[in-house]
């Protein structure tokens, strides 16, 4: 089975910074990856996937990350956060089959005024 | 609209109790999700299901129950034997159970045992 590491289970960054998120996962077999936020007491909403293709992969938001198979990792990139970004990330994993989806333990990211 | 609903958004429990959480999909959707998350850990599957009639327990599934008898329902029952169950539960679903696309989430239920 896949594990999913977000190394970093707090980010607090100024608003209009960069940011990025980290993501690692243990196998190196064909996998498809996702990232998720969530905002307090709702469900988990895409902001993006890669399948295949290209390994930089634009999402919803102003949201892109880059998959590197050779280091297993798979970070979340922003060039400039807002305070409505403020929220929880989850970086998920799934193999070929079956459909399972492998979760990390979650990035709180708090964008600071 | 499309979508994942869960009902109810709250729900207390008195210990030693079972309770009913319920999840329906309007997606057409073949393959279902519970999956419960505590601060600090993540998701945790309990649940999945890739076909009506048909589901596997995941890495929690001890103290859960869940059955699969239409393709747009897939509630999930807390029984007793669980030990610690206040949590937020949440329900997906994908297209394909051997076709990897994303997951769609529900907005959860709060589960609190009083």
């Known amino acids: 089975a896949q594990s999913v590491t977000q190394l970093d289970s707090q980010v607090p960054v100024f608003e209009e910074a960069p940011v990025e998120l980290r993501c690692n996962y243990s196998s190196s077999v064909s996998v498809y990856l996702f990232w998720y936020v969530q905002y307090p007491n709702q469900g988990l909403q895409l902001l993006l996937k890669y399948l295949s293709g290209s390994t930089l992969v634009k999402g919803i938001n102003g949201f892109e990350a880059e998959f590197n198979k050779s280091q297993t990792s798979f970070h979340l990139r922003k060039p400039s956060v807002h305070i409505s970004d403020t929220a929880e990330y989850f970086c998920?994993?799934?193999?070929?089959?079956?459909?399972?989806?492998?979760f990390g333990t979650g990035t709180s990211l708090t964008v600071i005024p | 609209d499309g979508g994942i609903t869960q009902s109810p958004k709250y729900l207390f429990r008195k210990e030693g109790q079972n309770v009913t959480l319920s999840c329906e999909q309007n997606?057409?959707?073949?393959?279902m999700y519970w999956y419960r998350q505590d601060p600090g850990q993540g998701l945790r599957l309990i649940y999945y299901s890739q076909i009506v009639n048909d589901f596997q327990k995941g890495d929690i599934a001890e103290g859960y129950s869940v059955s699969r008898e239409k393709k747009e329902s897939f509630p999930l029952t807390v029984t007793s034997a669980q030990k610690n169950p206040t949590a937020f539960y949440l329900c997906?679903?994908?297209?394909?159970?051997?076709?990897?696309?994303?997951?769609?989430f529900g907005q959860g239920t709060r589960l609190t045992v009083v």
């Open positions: 997906a679903s994908s297209l394909d159970g051997n076709m990897n696309t994303e997951a769609f």
């Open positions: 997606l057409n959707h073949d393959a």
């Open positions: 998920a994993v799934s193999e070929m089959l079956p459909n399972q989806f492998y």
